[in-house]
DNA sequence: TAGTGGTCTAGACCACTAT
DNA sequence: TAGTGGTCTAGACCACTAT
């Protein structure tokens, strides 16, 4: 008779709900469509609002739907291809980098994971250049990039400029490092209250953080440390964007 | 008197809580120890369970806590550095390749992602391998490899073979095409009930979806949907590892 | 069998958006 | 000001683990 082991234990409300929606979804809204909202989407699957929401979370989590408190939930678009490294080894400020330099400042506190890659000891200085990252008219990343204040002139030098130019300033000291080679990691992460007013969302708001290790001469010159929405962003790696392209 | 515009809004309990609960697993909590129970933590900090476990949630997702059902919730150990890519451009079944083969079946449906990839139409046959990754004992990773039955063998030589030679067979075949080139993507996903099991989770949890595209001949030859678990792994790429080294 | 985290309910109130 | 999603409560019961 097939005796399965497992399928005792029952499919979750939420769960079972969670798939009746995303077929709802995929036959029967449109991409910026707006749902009713949760009150009555509960009442007429008859369920308590939180269980219906557990359904929403893992939609939203999944790229699928877009809530916006004071608005409504939305169908959301497609993810967006995002190229993490779009020609092979593009260096920050080269051309083809499309991150926008916001400032610098210059300061001796990092967090332990940045100073462990930068090979830092306490009371080394280093810069912090502010980017951010915009595609189709929607903030995607916000960025730290860390550099050895070894690399970059004086700040005599820099002060007298505004906030944009000096974070020019410091990414065109590191181009001038000759940098020879990158490696990165990327984890899942939740956004902080900074992150997430750069990217228009709520703080604890998921992430994919990506960690970018930038060398010179052998050593670590800098520490990118980018955080993408995951709700909207989709990375793409590699030798050609067909995968981008062709998975919208 | 620094009037900032959006401190009026108070900071949720949960996420207060998050931040003292944090504080307190990097200061008082060694890697593995078990916390009091959902019961105990909410009387102590006086907060609903909900509200606990929203702050429990928070502090799982970014690999701190692990939580297990009739068990209890532990301190997680630093999330390991996973290589995607060992080797730059380390084939399937290759050395270096350390995924476990499991078992191959030949079918006509693929999911609509990956017909677009393999540029495969309705009636075309496409061999799936199913292969699971294990790091320290722990499964990692689950993935199902997509090539197309035009590159392997016909099936009547694949059938008299046992489940995990019948994969290999066909790993083998990919690699006589001459693989020469992949680009991928990285994105956030919800495991489905089967990645769940193989991944040790519940359904829903979490998880990083690397999507990899192998190139021969300047067409697809195959495509892996990878599903790594977000609370366990961080991806690395790149040409060394040290960023896995140093990070950990 | 006792103890754990997971699911679910039926409310209340709050922060935010748009009008 | 009305309507939305976000936060929070105080319960109940269930599935699972270990003994």
Redesign the pocket.
Known sequence: MGTTQ?E???E?????LKTVLSEALDSEFAVGE???????L?ARF?????????A?EQLELEGRLQ???????TVAPPRMGVAVDPARHTWPGAPGDDWQPLDAVETETVPAAVARLLESVPGDRVHIVRRSRVTGGQPVAAELLYVSSALVPARSTLTPLGAPARARAVLNALQESELEGQDRTVELGSACAQDAKELDR???APVLVVTTRYVSGGRTAAVAVSTYRADTCRLTFGESDAVALLAG
Chains 1, 2 share one sequence.
Do not use: F, S
């Open positions: 497992l005792t234990a029952p979750p409300k939420y769960w079972h707006i749902l009713p909202n949760e009150r009555e509960a008859g369920v308590a609002r939180a269980t219906l929401r557990q929403l809530r916006r408190r004071g608005v409504g939930t709520l703080p604890g």
